[in-house]
T-cell receptor, first 112, second 113 residues
Framework: QKEVEQNSGPLSVPEGAIASLNCTYS??????FFWYRQYSGKSPELIMF????GDKEDGRFTAQLNKASQYVSLLIRDSQPSDSATYLC????????????FGKGTRLSVIA | DAMVIQNPRYQVTQFGKPVTLSCSQT?????MYWYQQKSSQAPKLLFH???????NEADTPDNFQSRRPNTSFCFLDIRSPGLGDAAMYLC????????????FGPGTRLLVL
């Protein structure tokens, strides 16, 4: 069973703080990992993806991958109220042609 | 701009009255997906087309059908909508294979009266 786990939140952080969102997955053979942001009533939009162990930075966003521990995280620096959204983690379990498996998402609230 | 387009953005139907939602893409992507998303829940994959191959999720009700007449278009047919089918329906695409990044359309919100 391929599973992606996320804390549903809400995670509340003050404006300007670092928000840390975590995701764990069930299969050590998983190859690629994606973070999507979804505003209320809108569709998911890709923030970034990561394939290799370590950190990948894109502006205020940093994805961190640890394949040995089977977790991937997303850090948002200098959080803004406009970052308030649900963040979905998706995993490619590298199992045939199986599509990405999405977690249930973590709701982030940035308080001004 | 290349994109994923869904029409209509809002659809109201009556209990039991068939409804069709449409998705088109100008990305020339090989894979197209349909998801159902209810309030405060994760998107639930209904089915996907990998090129012309149709892949149905095991728990997708028979009430939901799909057609992909060509690369650019994909349709979701709900044969007899129930109140429980009211949701946001999301179409997404991937360039070459289902293991790649998915790009979502804006969604169609379905209301069943």
């Amino acid at each position: 069973q391929k599973e992606v786990e996320q804390n549903s939140g809400p995670l509340s952080v003050p404006e300007g703080a670092i928000a840390s969102l975590n995701c764990t997955y069930s299969d050590r053979g998983s190859q690629s990992f994606f973070w999507y942001r979804q505003y209320s009533g809108k569709s998911p939009e890709l923030i970034m993806f990561i394939y290799s162990n370590g950190d990948k930075e894109d502006g205020r966003f940093t994805a961190q991958l640890n394949k040995a521990s089977q977790y991937v995280s997303l850090l948002i620096r200098d959080s803004q109220p406009s970052d308030s959204a649900t963040y979905l983690c998706a995993v490619n379990f590298n199992s045939g042609n199986t599509p990405l498996v999405f977690g249930k998402g973590t709701r982030l609230s940035v308080i001004a | 701009d290349a994109m994923v387009i869904q029409n209509p953005r809002y659809q109201v139907t009556q209990f039991g009255k068939p409804v069709t939602l449409s998705c088109s893409q100008t990305l020339n992507h090989n894979v197209m997906y349909w998801y159902q998303q209810k309030s405060s829940q994760a998107p639930k994959l209904l089915f996907h087309y990998y090129d012309k191959d149709f892949n149905n999720e095991a728990d997708t009700p028979d009430n939901f059908q799909s057609r992909r007449p060509n690369t650019s278009f994909c349709f979701l047919d709900i044969r007899s909508p129930g109140l429980g089918d009211a949701a946001m329906y999301l179409c997404a695409t991937s360039r070459d294979s289902p293991q790649e990044t998915q790009y979502f359309g804006p969604g169609t919100r379905l209301l069943v009266l």
